[in-house]
């Protein structure tokens, strides 16, 4: 929103501003800044899960949420662990700087692409072991379990470019298109979300699938059993029905 002002360019009052417009626009600023401040305490948060639950090493990977026309994204070349409340930073949607000093992650460009094309509101890239493994065997995860169907269908593997290139961002979208989960060849993976719990979510459960297959297809003489497509496309449908009701 546009902040009003008081005074007219000449320095004289403005007869069309009141003190209850002056209040009303410092109430709403301050309202934003407190709504992107909890975004930024939960996307530190979740930052911090992910070396927490192993998915990332040092400071690798990164988080992004949205918030309106700003995206805050995890900075570059920090430990989670030194985030503080202060330490905001945040983009508009063409990746110019609005808020915070501290420069955004290198993989601006992917993370700005997934919500250019899509409706997500969070997004969780990380180098995960398991996953990152898979994405140099194949080029698609085999069906080895019915949750794929949570992530839009077989996930697919985005062919490898150079990180923070409008390459991989191109690469990523064609391999998210119908998904919200990819792997990322010789790279990690990628999951969005409509919030930061969901793409985490999402995220954790494409390490848990690559861990299971890679673990099922290292017994020798043995193959693991995969799920057909009119199995996944009915787990899907059940999936659809699952939880609590509203």
Known sequence: MAERHRYTGDGREDPRMTDEDDERDGSAARDAREVLGRAWDELVATARRTVADGLVVGTSGNVSVR??????????????????????VGVDLDGRQVLGSLLPTSELPMHLAVYRATGAQAVVHTHA????????????????????????????????????TAELAENTLRALA????????NHGTIAHGASLEQAYDRTAQLE???????????????????????????AGERLRGYGQRP
Request: proline share 10%; with cysteine; hydrophobic share 45%.
């Open 67 to 88: 918030v309106g026309d700003t995206v805050l994204v995890t900075p570059t070349g920090v430990p989670y662990d030194r985030l503080t409340h202060d330490d905001i």
């Open 129 to 164: 072991a398991h996953a990152t493994a898979v994405s140099v065997l194949v080029p698609e995860l085999p069906l080895i379990h019915y949750m794929a169907a949570a992530l839009g269908g077989p996930v697919r593997v985005a062919p490898y470019a150079a990180y923070g």
């Open 178 to 185: 119908g998904r919200s989960a990819c792997l990322l060849q």
């Open 208 to 234: 848990w699938m690559c861990r299971v297959w890679l673990l099922s297809s290292s017994v020798p003489g043995l193959a693991p059993a995969l799920l057909s497509p009119d199995q996944l496309r009915e």
